[in-house]
């Protein structure tokens, strides 16, 4: 198992950015690929972005690609997400996820995850 503990969120305007991460431990992360998933009030949880264990492949949710970047560093046991041009939709608890081996976009195929960091946007 792989512990997991987000950090980076915050309160940001409209237009701006910000970076969170994802700092592993207790497993070494270069065995796991990672998500990025966001829960809004009175949503379900949903996929953001995946990135395999390599960093050679990456995917996206339609409503943040080319906005948003996913990327880890697996020296330092750390995972990233890049987040620009916010909007106001994009306001939820973010979590850092893991999953052993096989990237996915799945939100019920990872077992490991942080512990939520929330992002807001104002308007």
């Known amino acids: 198992q792989v512990q997991l503990v987000e950090s980076g969120g915050g309160l940001v305007q409209a237009g701006g950015s910000l970076r969170l991460s994802c700092a592993a431990s207790?497993?070494?992360?270069?065995?796991?690929?990672m998500g990025w998933f966001r829960q809004a009030p009175g949503k379900e949880r949903e996929f953001v972005a995946t990135i395999s264990r390599s960093g050679d492949t990456t995917s996206y949710a339609d409503s943040v690609r080319g906005r948003f970047t996913i990327s880890r560093d697996n020296a330092r046991n750390m995972g990233y997400l890049q987040m620009n041009s916010l909007k106001p939709e994009d306001t939820a608890v973010y979590y850092c996820a893991a999953r052993f081996l096989i990237i996915s976009r799945d939100v019920g195929e990872y077992s490991n995850w942080g512990q939520g960091t929330q992002v807001t946007v104002s308007s």
């Open positions: 207790g497993s070494t992360l270069s065995t796991y690929a």
